[in-house]
DNA sequence: TAGATTGTTAATCGATTAACAATC
DNA sequence: TAGATTGTTAATCGATTAACAATC
């Protein structure tokens, strides 16, 4: 502990092992669960499962485990997963829109799911003003007023390529710093805000290059 | 060279390298690029531009930089991206359709985008028959037959999370060696198979980590 | 030639794994 | 208690970066 620079690879893994918690928790399989049990489940080492978990505290009891109830609680608090974090969805094609369903069907069913799509953006005017499983489509120029409004807190990139940068620099603007881009190009932005590629064709050229093997 | 077993992170850097010489070459920029501008463009440092590209060849030369034709070819000779590969997308609901669609378009626009969605699969007696910009959606039944006759060599996966594995086994006894998944859950397969994880929930989650500081 | 830029080696940095004393 | 399993330290492994001789 101390100087804490925690890698993006822990965050990921921790994800998972919230996942099978979260699932723990609703089947009541058990009230402990191992390190070792924990790697199972999501493929990762016992050893690391630890390392990953001493980042943030002291979880767990030797000979017994981690208790499930109190460790997914703890998880959900690290991954500021406790309450609702509203997400703008800006562009409603193909993508936008199979994402924005995915997740406000998953948001209504789970009890612990904390994503929420709160608005969705488009400038074609024949989207704007429809309504998504309860969410309205708004017009990209009211982009910043809603993000304010709805306090947003994180932007999904769903348009064209030729169009990703502008509207990065549309959710800057607006105070929106987590962002995660679906278009397959490098978008550039100030230091205190973090781009995550989501790059679905990126995805399938890499797995190209095992074909060969 | 030798004893090569090249990271997945570098596969992933080579696609970028990829693209920008991709764009270079159809807007004709230059007909050379050194690798400190390619790290420019792709947010990656010179000198790893250069070892990534050294586990492969010798592809530039002193003083000039990279010629941007050959490097070009030489990267699609390496991610096997010089002819089509078939893939299979299994699973025709929002986010199956959205990716059926993008890499249709994307294939049919761009000359050098060889990722080809040639068979849909998925469940529903509704779906079954229908043609998605010339693609038609089978009967998952049908699965292993359309794989052979279209020499499928990837599938993914766009089912819901409860049936991936499933689909994952009737994928792994075709012979289809190297998957995506997109069902936010963990698959098990042989060896010799290649799962990668894409799962866009995981993404918005663990983006969500960011959002306390 | 002089300047630019490669490919490669060595140094650094960070992440994973193994081992084990502490302790429930 | 005896067995199980933690948290942590040390060892290992791998990836990134810096530096530079080679050379176009």
Redesign the interface.
């Known amino acids: 502990m101390g100087n804490r620079k925690i890698s ?1 690879a822990v ?2 893994r ?3 092992y ?2 099978v918690l979260d699932e723990m928790e609703q089947t009541s399989e058990k009230d402990a669960i191992s390190s070792y049990e924990l790697g199972e ?3 990762v080492r016992a050893a690391q499962v630890r390392k990953d978990l001493a980042w943030f505290g002291e979880f767990g009891k030797q000979g017994v485990g981690y208790d499930v109830q109190f460790l997914k609680s703890q998880l959900h608090r ?4 406790e309450k609702d ?1 509203n ?1 703008a969805v800006i562009g409603v ?3 936008g ?3 924005a ?3 406000l069907e ?1 948001y209504k069913k789970e009890k612990e ?3 929420k799509i709160a608005a969705l953006f488009d400038n074609n005017p024949k989207k704007i003003g429809e309504i998504i499983e309860g969410v309205t489509i708004y017009s990209i120029d009211l982009l910043s007023e809603i993000v304010y409004e709805k306090e947003i ?2 932007g ?1 990139i769903t348009v064209p390529s030729l169009h990703a940068q502008q509207i990065a620099d549309i959710l800057v603007k607006a105070n929106v710093k ?1 962002i ?1 881009n679906f278009a ?1 190009t ?1 978008i550039v932005v100030p230091e205190d805000t ?1 781009v ?1 590629r ?1 790059d ?13 093997s």
């Open positions: 993006d965050i990921r921790i994800v998972l919230m996942r489940r999501t493929g690290i991954l500021h997963l974090v997400v094609g193909n993508l829109l199979a994402l369903r995915y997740n998953r799911y904390y994503i807190a994180m999904v987590t995660l397959p490098t973090r995550h989501a679905l064709s990126l995805e399938l050229q890499h797995l190209a290059y095992y074909l060969g």
